[in-house]
T-cell receptor, first 113, second 115 residues
């Protein structure tokens, strides 16, 4: 079945540092890949997505590239801000489970001034 | 535009008691999801509704969990009786038939503690 594995957290960075959160997946067929973010006290919200191999999703300075050869979708940002502190979830969808998102365990990011 | 509304935000009950969670999706969203999120884990789908029809309830533990969406708008998820292992956050999400079904809008969740 489908599964998503994220890097162990939490991740603590200083403001303006470079961020990478690793995500790898196992899926049949050609899934779509997503990053969702959950800010403190709020619901999860879609950050970015990619629907086919080599696509790059981007939003709010975050980027992730769909790498089929390495089954990865790593999240990156060149310069993080304190306001980026949140929990980040990698997810996939597709195959026979239409409408169903499969999430990774989440990575807590804390950015210090 | 109002987001997904869930209530209550927090609930503490004793084991073997019943509990119910309510969700009101974004206006016009025909698809509604209930997810379970255990501590330190990502959300896991319990049930998905298209309008009032439950189209995927394969992950719902039907011996104690039930859900309904009678008029295709708001929904209720019930647990009876609750067990200690049910302590978790219950998330509701919705999506529009006119958009990407995987662009789901989540509510803030209900944190359940069973003692």
């Amino acid at each position: 079945g489908n599964s998503v594995t994220q890097m162990e957290g939490p991740v603590t960075l200083s403001e303006e540092a470079f961020l990478t959160i690793n995500c790898t997946y196992t899926a049949t067929g050609y899934p779509s890949l997503f990053w969702y973010v959950q800010y403190p006290g709020e619901g999860l919200q879609l950050l970015l997505k990619a629907t086919k191999a080599d696509d790059k999703g981007s939003n709010k300075g975050f980027e992730a590239t769909y790498r089929k050869e390495t089954t990865s979708f790593h999240l990156e940002k060149g310069s993080v801000q304190v306001s980026d502190s949140a929990v980040y979830f990698c997810a996939l969808a597709g195959g026979t489970s239409y409408g169903k998102l499969t999430f990774g365990q989440g990575t807590i990011l804390t950015v210090h001034p | 535009e109002a987001g997904v509304v869930q209530s209550p935000r927090y609930k503490i009950i004793e084991k073997k008691q019943p509990v119910a969670f309510w969700c009101n999706p974004i206006s016009g969203h025909n698809t509604l999801y209930w997810y379970l999120q255990n501590l330190g884990q990502g959300p896991e789908l319990l049930i998905r509704y298209e309008n009032e029809e439950a189209v995927d309830d394969s992950q719902l533990p039907k011996d104690r969990f039930s859900a309904e969406r009678l008029k295709g708008v708001d929904s209720t998820l019930k647990i009876q009786p609750a067990e200690l292992g049910d302590s978790a956050v219950y998330l509701c999400a919705s999506s529009s038939r006119f958009g990407d079904p995987y662009e789901q809008y989540f509510g803030p969740g209900t944190r359940l503690t069973v003692t």
